[in-house]
Nanobody, 123 residues
């Protein structure tokens, strides 16, 4: 499975951006999907995850109330709507697919990873 993350770019603080993660094909199982991010000089951190049905979502503490994860299984695409962006949200954002229908914040839960898309928030 190949994942293509897109939608990154330069945005001003307080603005919004929507990221998309498209999969090249379905896997044999119903998959949870997550977004992680890695800022320069920092470790990769969990941002959000969504179950296969979309009924369960989880967020990292730093983005709760500002970011929303959603999915359209007919399009094999997961979205990350980012609002009220802050300079500290600047990072490369990665999407990842798990081999089970519900997954959380641990990187080892995810089998497939996209190449990342850079989001830069200016102050």
């Amino acid at each position: 499975v190949q994942l293509q993350a897109s939608g990154g770019g330069l945005v001003q603080a307080g603005g919004s951006q929507r990221l998309s993660c498209s999969a090249s094909r379905r896997t044999s199982s119903n998959n949870a999907v997550a977004w992680f991010r890695q800022a320069p000089g920092k470790e990769r951190e969990f941002v959000a995850s969504i179950s296969w049905t979309g009924s369960a979502t989880y967020y990292g503490d730093s983005v709760k109330g500002r970011f929303t994860i959603s999915r359209d299984n007919a399009k094999s695409t997961v979205y990350l709507q980012m609002d009220s962006l802050k300079p500290e949200d600047t990072a490369v954002y990665y999407c990842a697919v798990a081999l089970r229908s519900v997954a959380g914040k641990e990187q080892q839960e995810y089998r497939y990873w996209g190449q990342g898309t850079l989001v830069t928030v200016s102050s």
